[in-house]
């Protein structure tokens, strides 16, 4: 059971919109609307971003946004803001009741 | 606001069995809504997920763990454990006790402790 695949970096200016992507298969990101996003700055524990693929848990702003299409999920974070420079893993429910993350993607605000 | 925290030896010697605590407070662990989870993260990687018990009784873990992983729930302390046997320095990592709910995104998660296996 690999990870689900994510960029290893993607880097935007302040106020661009950027796109992380997670591809998995039709076992895992393809099968389910169970596809979540979290944000961990360094040294500190993950925090849940998006849920069930788009939806978006109170206090998080509507600049971030999360979509699918097939295997692949996807999450785009508009008007970037130094903020924003962090980890993010994606994860999702597997067939077998398992679950599995991506293998992180770093951020970076130029 | 639920809060979780892990406890538990920094330091344990390879073939020996690590053993952490996860202590939560805001909320019953009880009642079978959630899946109290185990997810570890080892230095400079990414997040692996462990397992979890469910409904009080019920388990699952990663496959490729499931022969040395335990993960037991203690209602009266409001406390669920971890527990992996035979370690190796392939097992350091920091470790992470987390609540998912019943549409599988992990809403709650302790601040991680790292276990480091050495001699």
């Known amino acids: 059971q690999s990870a689900l695949t994510q960029p290893a970096s993607v880097s935007g200016s302040p106020g661009q919109s950027i796109t992380i992507s997670c591809t998995g298969t039709?076992?895992?990101?393809?099968?389910?609307?169970?596809v979540s996003w979290y944000q961990q700055h360094p040294g500190q524990a993950p925090k849940l971003m998006i849920y069930?693929?788009?939806n978006r848990p109170s206090g998080v702003s509507n600049r971030f946004s999360g979509s699918k299409s097939g295997n692949t999920a996807s999450l785009t974070i508009s008007g970037l803001q130094a903020d924003d420079e962090a980890d993010y893993y994606c994860?999702?429910?597997?067939?077998?009741?398992?679950?599995?993350f991506g293998g992180g993607t770093k951020v970076t605000v130029l | 606001q639920v809060l979780l925290q892990e406890s538990g030896p920094g330091l344990v010697k390879p073939s020996q069995t690590l053993s952490l605590t996860c202590t939560v407070s805001?909320?019953?662990?009880?009642?079978?809504?959630?899946?109290w989870s185990w997810i570890r993260q080892h230095p400079g990687e990414g997040l692996e997920w462990i397992g979890y018990?469910?409904?009080?009784?019920?388990?699952y873990y990663k496959p490729s763990l499931r022969s040395r992983v335990t993960i037991s729930l203690d209602t009266s302390k409001n406390q669920f454990s971890l527990k992996l046997s035979s370690v190796t320095a392939a097992d350091t990592a920091v470790y992470y006790c987390?609540?998912?709910?019943?549409?599988?995104?992990?809403?709650?998660w302790g601040l991680g402790t790292l276990v480091t296996v050495s001699s």
């Open positions: 987390a609540r998912e709910n019943d549409n599988m995104y992990f809403d709650y």
């Open positions: 805001g909320g019953s662990i009880s009642g079978g809504l959630y899946y």
């Open positions: 018990i469910y409904n009080s009784v019920s388990t």
């Open positions: 039709s076992s895992d990101v393809g099968a389910y609307n169970f």
């Open positions: 069930g693929v788009t």
């Open positions: 994860s999702s429910y597997t067939t077998g009741t398992t679950r599995i």
